[in-house]
């Protein structure tokens, strides 16, 4: 009774299951969208239907009797937090937060009498860094609903349309937060920044082909033109090559090429013969004997492929040389 009488009052119920249509029973109840690959979170929300008689002995919690909209930072506030598809209520809690905020860091409050210069001095910097941590969470706060998609509103959305075809009415400020448990933050982040990097990934794309300059003629096929790509890439891919370039010639400076100069070049030159005459002798004393390979000459028009593939050539070939040895 204490359960139905609280919602009623605070806008979550407005009628009970025995006045309720026996085909409303039927319609599925939304659930969370699929998590992201590496989180075992259940979906949530069917858990909170209560089918049957709701007046027997079911042990509720405190959430269960007042249940609370999703905030990201001003959890502090979350009895009064509007629902997530409320843009104008949540804008107007953001709003009144990040002026409360600033009024503690501005306000000068007067002193009472017989206080102290340490406890003035104490009161002031907790009083502005209250202020300033208040402020700071209605700025991220108002990023939140800046942001083109956020999973909590999509989810308010959907649950205040299921109450409705349920013939539940939804309170205009928290909405049918009654009916569901919200995504939790960790959740919410990793469905965020999934969709933030697919975006990412649709745009790079996107500027891809207009770079590729493909262009779909209607009944001709694609017409495919390559654009430069802009000065700024162009600029930058110069830069890392240069820097690149600058590298690599320092590195051989300081290696390979430091004592290299125009002085020694004579003395270079002498050491790499000495070196190929040293090799030279040390295969001749080995006793492996390395003949010059020789040179075949194909005639004009006939290709390597072709003489290697036709045995006639290789006979004509062989014939000439050895009339030529006789």
Known sequence: ??????????????ESNADKPQHYEKVPVPESPS?????????????????????????????????TNPSFMLTYLSPIMPAADNRVATASVITLNGLFGLTMMCRKRNPRFGTTPFVLKLHSVLRKVAGSLVFSC????????CLPYDPWIDEAREWRNWAIRNG?????????????EPLSTQYWL??????????????KKAVNKKNMGIHHNAGFGVIVHHYPPPLSETLSIFTEVRQHNLFRQKTLLDTKLKHVSELNKAERIDKNLEGEIAREKALEDSGIEIEEPELIHLP???????????????HMAWTRCESDSK
């Open 300 to 314: 004009d028009g006939v290709t390597k492929s072709e003489w290697d593939a036709s045995e006639d050539m290789f």
């Open 35 to 67: 998590l992201p690959k590496g989180m075992d979170l259940p979906g949530k929300g069917r858990d909170r239907i209560v089918e049957g008689d709701s007046t027997d002995d079911t042990d509720f919690t405190f959430s269960d009797l007042f249940p």
């Open 168 to 180: 539940d009415r939804p309170g205009w400020w928290f909405g049918a937060i009654g009916w569901y």
């Open 138 to 145: 209605s700025l991220i706060e108002g990023m939140r609903i």
């Open 190 to 203: 990793a469905l965020v920044s999934k969709r933030t990097s697919n975006d990412l990934i649709a745009k």
């Open 1 to 14: 009774m204490i359960q139905a009488w609280i919602k009623a009052n605070l806008g979550f119920a407005s």
